[in-house]
């Protein structure tokens, strides 16, 4: 059977990418603040930018903002992917923006949500509630899980910093390093990654010694002020695969949106070449 990262491996031959384009609509990006305006905001995205996209990654919050409709508006945009997908002969997998974590019976119906109603290929869910809050979701066996791990923003470093003692161990651990073990623990169906922000390149150096193989979600690279090539640097696997660049304004916000997609896509590739990983 396929495993979630075989079938995004596929995709990233195909494409010669890692470039993760965001849907993020943004209401003071949209024409008007109407659920059809987010729809033609994303569709007109996926349409320019899909040759260049190893993933697309909706963000569920800026959907949900428009109630029912900006639900139904989202599932159009996985459906108008799945089409785009087909067109280029070539499965573009949809990685759900959703930050999900909830006691079993909870997360029983976000999985079912994000994976048979929406129709996504992969989620972003938040470890903190252990590992009876994310086998829900393993228990689709042919999707995949993004496990916050070091998230891109300034105040992970509140919590995902501190110090912890693994049960069984005599030596502390950083939090982020504690739960990339569990990811790669939980990682039996190669269907488990994490996130890992693009704006702490030492610590997601460190977290890759951690773990060699698991695929890492890299927010920050843009906007957030990360660096692509100290980003690529810190986080490549020895294959040159293994991380996803997410883009969302620095692609969304530009006059032509496939030329600047393109462009970063040539850019990974010329790092990736400089550091001998193709």
């Not at 150096?205 to 690279?221: C, H, K, N, Q, T």
């Given at each position: 059977?396929?495993?979630?990262?075989?079938?995004l491996?596929?995709?990233?031959?195909?494409?010669?990418?890692?470039?993760?384009?965001?849907?993020?609509?943004?209401?003071?990006?949209?024409?008007?603040?109407?659920?059809?305006?987010?729809?033609?905001?994303?569709?007109?995205?996926?349409?320019?930018?899909?040759?260049?996209?190893?993933?697309?990654?909706?963000?569920?919050?800026?959907?949900?903002?428009?109630?029912?409709?900006?639900?139904?508006?989202?599932?159009?945009?996985?459906?108008?992917?799945?089409?785009?997908?087909?067109?280029?002969g070539?499965?573009?997998?949809?990685?759900?923006?959703?930050?999900?974590?909830?006691?079993?019976?909870?997360?029983?119906?976000?999985?079912?949500?994000?994976?048979?109603?929406?129709?996504?290929?992969?989620?972003?869910?938040?470890?903190?509630?252990?590992?009876?809050?994310?086998?829900?979701?393993?228990?689709?066996?042919?999707?995949?899980?993004?496990?916050?791990?070091?998230?891109?923003?300034?105040?992970?470093?509140?919590?995902?910093?501190?110090?912890?003692?693994?049960?069984?161990?005599d030596?502390?651990?950083?939090?982020?390093?504690?739960?990339?073990?569990?990811?790669?623990?939980?990682?039996?169906?190669?269907?488990?990654?994490?996130?890992?922000?693009?704006?702490?390149?030492?610590?997601?150096?460190?977290?890759?010694?951690?773990?060699?193989?698991?695929?890492?979600?890299?927010?920050?690279?843009?906007?957030q002020?990360?660096?692509?090539?100290?980003?690529?640097?810190?986080?490549?696997?020895?294959?040159?695969?293994?991380?996803?660049?997410?883009?969302?304004?620095?692609?969304?916000?530009?006059?032509?949106?496939?030329?600047?997609?393109?462009?970063?896509?040539?850019?990974?590739?010329?790092?990736?070449a400089?550091?001998g990983?193709?």
């Open positions: 059977m396929e495993t979630f990262f075989s079938f491996e596929k995709r990233v031959d195909d494409c010669s990418s890692l470039l993760c384009v965001g849907l993020d609509p943004h209401v003071s990006d949209l024409k008007e603040p109407s659920p059809a305006s987010a729809l033609d905001f994303c569709l007109n995205l996926v349409k320019q930018t899909a040759p260049y996209a190893a993933a697309f990654k909706p963000n569920a919050a800026f959907f949900e903002v428009f109630g029912a409709e900006g639900w139904t508006a989202l599932k159009q945009v996985i459906e108008a992917i799945d089409e785009e997908s087909r067109r280029l070539s499965l573009i997998p949809v990685i759900l923006d959703a930050k999900r974590g909830d006691i079993t019976s909870t997360a029983e119906a976000y999985a079912k949500s994000a994976f048979e109603t929406l129709g996504a290929h992969c989620i972003t869910l938040s470890p903190y509630l252990g590992k009876d809050s994310i086998e829900p979701f393993l228990n689709y066996p042919e999707k995949g899980v993004f496990l916050l791990c070091k998230t891109s923003n300034a105040g992970s470093m509140d919590l995902q910093n501190l110090l912890v003692m693994p049960m069984g161990s030596m502390p651990m950083p939090l982020y390093i504690y739960v990339a073990k569990l990811a790669e623990q939980w990682n039996a169906n190669n269907n488990v990654g994490i996130v890992v922000g693009a704006t702490h390149p030492q610590i997601m150096e460190m977290i890759r010694a951690a773990v060699p193989d698991l695929w890492f979600l890299s927010p920050g690279v843009g906007a002020g990360g660096e692509l090539e100290l980003a690529l640097k810190s986080g490549l696997r020895k294959d040159g695969k293994g991380m996803l660049i997410p883009i969302s304004r620095g692609i969304s916000r530009v006059e032509n949106p496939r030329l600047a997609a393109a462009e970063i896509r040539d850019e990974i590739l010329h790092i990736k400089q550091l990983r193709r």
